[in-house]
C-alpha cells in the first residue's frame, strides 16, 4: 500500500498537540465534523482507536458514523494510526 506525504509526516514524530485534520485521511470538511464533536486533536482520535482496540472494522465503522468518512478516508486514518502506534507504542 501506498501512503500520502500527509500519512507519512504524521507517523514521522510523537503526536503532541497535532490538531484532528492532520491525520491521514481526514481533510478539512471531515475534521470539522470532528471537533464539532469533541475530537478536536489527532490524540482524542488516537484514544478512541484504542478504546476499539484498533479494530479496523469498529475503527472504520466509528468514523463513519462519526463524521461521513468513505471507505478510503477511514483506511487512510486507520493506516496512519495504526503505523504511528507500531512506531510509538
Same mark, same amino acid.
Given at each position: 500500500?501506498?501512503?500520502?506525504?500527509?500519512?507519512?509526516?504524521?507517523?514521522? %514524530?510523537?503526536? $503532541?498537540?497535532?490538531?484532528?485534520?492532520?491525520?491521514? @485521511?481526514?481533510?478539512? =470538511? !471531515?475534521? &470539522?465534523?470532528? %471537533?464539532?464533536? $469533541?475530537?478536536?486533536?489527532?490524540?482524542?482520535?488516537? @484514544?478512541?482507536?484504542? =478504546? !476499539?482496540? &484498533?479494530?479496523?472494522?469498529?475503527?472504520?465503522?466509528?468514523?463513519?458514523?462519526?463524521?461521513?468518512?468513505?471507505?478510503?478516508?477511514?483506511?487512510?486514518?486507520?493506516?496512519?494510526?495504526?503505523?504511528?502506534?507500531?512506531?510509538?507504542?
Amino acid at each position: 500500500m501506498t501512503t500520502s506525504q500527509k500519512h507519512r509526516d504524521f507517523v514521522a %514524530e510523537p503526536m $503532541g498537540e497535532k490538531p484532528v485534520g492532520s491525520l491521514a @485521511g481526514i481533510g478539512e =470538511v !471531515l475534521g &470539522k465534523k470532528l %471537533e464539532e464533536r $469533541g475530537f478536536d486533536k489527532a490524540y482524542v482520535v488516537l @484514544g478512541q482507536f484504542l =478504546v !476499539l482496540k &484498533k479494530d479496523e472494522g469498529l475503527f472504520r465503522e466509528w468514523l463513519k458514523d462519526t463524521c461521513g468518512a468513505n471507505a478510503k478516508q477511514s483506511r487512510d486514518c486507520f493506516g496512519c494510526l495504526q503505523e504511528w502506534c507500531d512506531a510509538f507504542l
